[in-house]
Nanobody, 125 residues
Framework: QVQLVESGGGLVQAGGSLRLSCAAFGRAFSSYRMGWFRQAPGKEREFVATINRSGESTYYADSVKGRFTISRDNAKNTVYLQINSLKPEDTAVYYC??????????????????WGQGTQVTVSS
């Protein structure tokens, strides 16, 4: 298993930027696909972005494509989410997650095995 700890959230004005980090504690971080999800009040958790084990392949939700960038540093056991051009509708708790199982579905939260506690992002208009 792996423990995930997110950081970097906060209150920011629309149009601003944030960089979220997710530190992994445990073994074999580089063997896991990593993802970011978010959950706004009263809404279901939704997929944001995912990155493969090597960091060479990424995939984004249409709603964040072009504004968000996922990356990872396997030497530091950390995955990042750079968020630019923030909008009020980006307000949510952001979670990182590790996918330990083999499978081709990469944007479904149920396919991810280990989750962090989340970090709050609030965007004011």
């Amino acid at each position: 298993q792996v423990q995930l700890v997110e950081s970097g959230g906060g209150l920011v004005q629309a149009g601003g930027s944030l960089r979220l980090s997710c530190a992994a504690f445990g073994r074999a971080f580089s063997s896991y696909r990593m993802g970011w999800f978010r959950q706004a009040p009263g809404k279901e958790r939704e997929f944001v972005a995912t990155i493969n084990r090597s960091g060479e392949s990424t995939y984004y939700a249409d709603s964040v494509k072009g504004r968000f960038t996922i990356s990872r540093d396997n030497a530091k056991n950390t995955v990042y989410l750079q968020i630019n051009s923030l909008k009020p509708e980006d307000t949510a708790v952001y979670y990182c997650a590790a996918k330990m199982r083999w499978g081709t579905v990469i944007s479904d939260a149920t396919e991810y095995d280990c989750w962090g506690q989340g970090t709050q992002v609030t965007v004011s208009s």
